[in-house]
């Protein structure tokens, strides 16, 4: 089915703002639930060295850009290449005995290969892995959740993009929001 770019710029005004807001409260939310876990796990070590609190703190910045875009992108829509970014890193999920990266914010929908076999995976909540030489067992999977998420941010924006460059105005840009 072809959609044409009226058709494309016939979306409802309440549709982007109910958009927007969605991005907005899944990343915040994630990211404070994230920066939060990180800070617990980090007060309850009894010990921590410098490479782990460098991994904490990395993780932390981490969660707290995602507060930060999330907030960003619910005042200024145009600058969605941050929020982006942000999907991006959730989605690839590693681990190998040389190096583990897993990061997810505030929702997870996941497939991973690990040992021969392909599991499926839901998580509610924040989880963070980075590791450096800990043996772990290998495998490789994505975050669903993360790539449909930024899928979906790409062709909102392009939409948007196809709308200006034909001279057609949204109807959520077509008067002020009373809100």
Known sequence: MNT???QICSIDRAGFR???RTQMLLTI??????????VQSASTADRITLPSFAVVALLGLLYGYGVFVGWRYSEHPENWGSLLLYHLV???MVT???FSFIFTSGFAISVQFAGGRLGFGCNVGSTSVLSFGEMQAWSAGMNIFAAVMALALIYTHSAR???EREEIAPLDT?????Y
């Open 4 to 6: 044409t770019p009226r």
């Open 18 to 20: 109910w958009w927007r």
């Open 29 to 38: 939310g994630g990211g404070f639930l994230g920066l939060v876990m990180i």
């Open 90 to 92: 959730q989605i690839p």
């Open 96 to 98: 190998s005995p040389v």
């Open 161 to 163: 993009r196809t709308c």
């Open 174 to 178: 077509a008067r002020e929001d009373p």
